[in-house]
């Protein structure tokens, strides 16, 4: 499996922002898609974004459109995710997580098939 390692979260109120990192050792980010899932308790894991190996395309999820953005720092090893006007209901667990399997260079997915390998987790916490 490929190893990584989310960083970033925290506390903000509603309104604020929060960048989550992704670091990924074993592997370069630009050999997998990588997404960004979130788990709120006592709900399943959700697709958050996603981004191509290609790195020029990505996917969001209805409710965070327009205010996240994920990017991919290829130097760094690190994929992004940019948080703005959190909501209360943004409040989760944060998983990023890659694909040992997948090489097509245009393919990402908000859904947990096709992801073999996840992160720990980061918490986000978002007060009203």
């Known amino acids: 499996q490929l190893q990584l390692v989310e960083s970033g979260g925290g506390s903000v109120q509603s309104g604020g922002s929060l960048r989550l990192a992704c670091a990924a050792s074993?592997?370069?980010?630009?050999?997998?898609?990588i997404a960004w899932f979130r788990q709120a308790p006592g709900k399943e894991r959700e697709g958050v974004s996603c981004?191509?190996?290609?790195?020029?395309?990505?996917h969001y999820a209805d409710s965070v459109k327009g205010r996240f953005t994920i990017s991919r720092d290829s130097a760094m090893n690190r994929v992004y995710l940019q948080m703005n006007n959190l909501k209360p209901e943004d409040t989760a667990v944060y998983f990023c997580?890659?694909?040992?399997?997948?090489?097509?260079?245009?393919?990402?997915?908000?859904?947990?098939?096709?992801?073999?390998?996840w992160g720990q987790g980061t918490q986000v916490t978002v007060s009203s």
């Open positions: 981004i191509t190996i290609s790195g020029d395309l990505s």
């Open positions: 074993s592997f370069t980010v630009d050999q997998s898609p």
């Open positions: 997580a890659a694909s040992s399997i997948v090489s097509t260079s245009t393919w990402c997915a908000m859904t947990n098939s096709g992801y073999d390998s």
